[in-house]
Nanobody
Framework: QVQLVESGGGLVQPGGSLRLSCAASGIISTINVMGWYRQAPGKERELVAHIFSGGITNYADSVKGRFTISTDNAKNTVYLQMNSLKPEDTAVYYC???????????WGKGTLVTVSS
């Protein structure tokens, strides 16, 4: 199996930046997409961004232009650079990994991002 461990969450003021990290370990050779989801209190979990093998990325409209997803393959790590943060970005952010079409999904435990003045 694959284990995902997020880090980098915290408290940041509106307009500030944070970088989230997700380190993957285990049997990761079959993974071809990784991403970030978030869940705010009382809301459903939603896709923030994902990145496919080869570097193709997708972003939620709400974060497009502000967030950037990237990977460091040597470290088996995916990052989410979050700029121009807004209070509505406040959520628990979860790392996700899967293989397209496999039906197998891996989740981290989440890291809390709070955007507040």
């Amino acid at each position: 199996q694959v284990q995902l461990v997020e880090s980098g969450g915290g408290l940041v003021q509106p307009g500030g930046s944070l970088r989230l990290s997700c380190a993957a370990s285990g049997i990761i050779s079959t993974i071809n997409v990784m991403g970030w989801y978030r869940q705010a209190p009382g809301k459903e979990r939603e896709l923030v961004a994902h990145i496919f093998s080869g570097g193709i990325t997708n972003y939620a409209d709400s974060v497009k232009g502000r967030f950037t997803i990237s990977t460091d393959n040597a470290k088996n790590t995916v990052y989410l650079q979050m700029n121009s943060l807004k209070p509505e970005d406040t959520a628990v952010y979860y790392c996700h990994a899967s293989r397209v079409g496999s039906g197998i999904n891996y989740w981290g435990k989440g890291t809390l991002v709070t955007v507040s003045s």
